[in-house]
């Protein structure tokens, strides 16, 4: 995907913010902002006036007694997590990486694994969102909550988000724990292993029988952390050098995938480590991908992706990447992904390269038979007439975008395709 905009604008306050907003709006340009780039769809495209928010960046306050933290946009999740450790405090869930700028994390729904806590997107208690006719809206659950409601997962649809505020508490430990288990055993004790962890995920190695287990708790400490030696051998060794070289050699001889996949999945080995949140939730990922991930009801999950084994079994697909199994709480945001049922995560990768399109429709017509919502900002063919059927408040979403940029002014092709005209 190639986008052509007019001109780009980066604006360093909420009055400039304004002001390009309401100028694009005169010229009759369209609006959209970009963060990171960490979205695999088009979804941030524009031919008129594109957004970079690298400059709407920082802590505006920290509020002790409510504990929250009021945050410029186009902050990095990694600068927000380091600050916040700083300040002794932390969000309550995270993502499996921190690139992403804050607005772009919940305005695509970006989620971690959770029991209890749910997604990015579920933490934050207010925002601030430019509109298109210039006005600058503070939104919560006591102020313009129809607004709150669903521009926490907005999509870029609504306006453009200028300030965040999260829910944030005093930082405390996870201790990690991962394991390598049989597909068979963490499929047939799935709801155990979620009901018995604050956090658990894991991965399955296709092609074979194996998985690796996290299971992420809170902890009394002492601070235990990957030690320099071993930390190195598996986050950056084996995770992602010896993890790229893999990957290459099965781009240029898929046969060889199979074999490269049983001794990959017996490559990490079981270890324990306590550290801060952001420091446990997340890892470096250096290996580039494409991905298509799907939520669906929590209890469908099993089995799901027990055809998506037998399809790949079946078939002959070289898939080099392991799938992802993650978790989520019900939420209240009207198009999260999450949004009203207990939500389980299959995610699917393939490397940089690789032909992916027969695996993605192949893995999308799976998920599709089960009622899934694909993420927001990850691949997928999916539209309008679809969301409508797996979101029953997606005609409350649309309404208010109706009300709300009626001229289209934050609208591109994605958009068009994912929520109508």
Not at 14 to 32: C, I, M, Q
Not at 254 to 279: N, Q
Not at 369 to 379: C, D, E, N, T, V
């Amino acid at each position: 995907m190639t986008a052509r905009p007019v001109r780009e604008a980066r604006p360093a306050s909420v009055r400039e913010l304004v002001d390009t907003v309401r100028s694009a709006a005169r010229e009759g340009l369209r609006v959209k902002t970009v963060g990171t780039g960490h979205s695999f769809t088009s979804i941030a495209a524009t031919d008129g006036v594109l957004v970079r928010p690298d400059l709407l960046t920082g802590i505006r306050r920290i509020d002790r007694r409510e504990m929250t933290v009021t945050v410029e946009s186009g902050t990095p999740l990694k600068r927000l997590n380091v600050a916040l450790a700083r300040e002794g405090l932390s969000l309550t869930n995270m993502g499996d990486i921190m690139e992403q700028t804050v607005a772009g994390a919940v305005s695509t729904g970006t989620h971690g694994t959770g029991r209890d806590s749910a997604s990015i997107a579920a933490q934050v208690r207010e925002l601030e969102l430019v509109t298109a006719d210039g006005r600058v809206l503070t939104c919560s659950e006591k102020e313009n909550p129809e607004v709150f409601a669903a521009a926490r997962t907005g999509l870029g649809a609504l306006g453009i988000v200028s300030a965040l505020t999260f829910a944030v508490e005093p930082v405390f430990l996870l201790t990690a724990r991962e394991e390598p288990m049989s597909f068979d055993r963490v499929t047939s004790e799935f709801d155990a292993l979620h009901a018995e962890n604050e956090h658990f995920e894991f991965y399955w190695f296709p092609h074979t029988g194996n998985c690796n287990t996290k299971r992420n708790n809170r902890s009394a400490g002492p601070p235990a952390p990957p030690g320099r030696v071993s930390g190195w051998l598996e986050d950056e060794f084996l995770s992602n050098g010896l993890f790229q070289v893999v990957n290459s050699l099965g781009r240029a001889v898929p046969a060889t995938v199979p074999a490269i996949a049983r001794v990959s999945s017996r490559a990490l080995s079981a270890r324990t480590y306590t550290d801060v949140p952001y420091k446990v939730f997340t890892s470096p990922r250096r290996v580039r991908f494409v991905e298509m991930e799907y939520a669906l009801p929590r209890e469908t999950a099993v089995d799901a992706l027990r055809e998506l084994k037998a399809m790949i079994d079946r078939s002959p697909l070289r898939v080099s990447f392991p799938v992802e199994v993650r978790t989520a709480p019900a939420d209240d945001i009207t198009l999260s992904t999450a949004s009203g049922r207990d939500t389980a995560y299959i995610a699917v990768h393939m490397y940089k390269g690789t032909p992916y399109r027969s695996y993605f429709t192949a893995t999308e017509r799976i998920m599709t038979a089960h009622g899934g919502r694909p993420h927001w900002g990850k691949l997928h063919t999916r539209d309008a007439a679809y969301f409508a059927e797996v979101y029953p408040r997606f005609g409350e979403f649309t309404a208010l975008r109706d009300r709300l940029d009626p001229d289209r002014v934050f609208g591109n092709d994605y958009l068009r395709r994912v929520l109508g005209a």
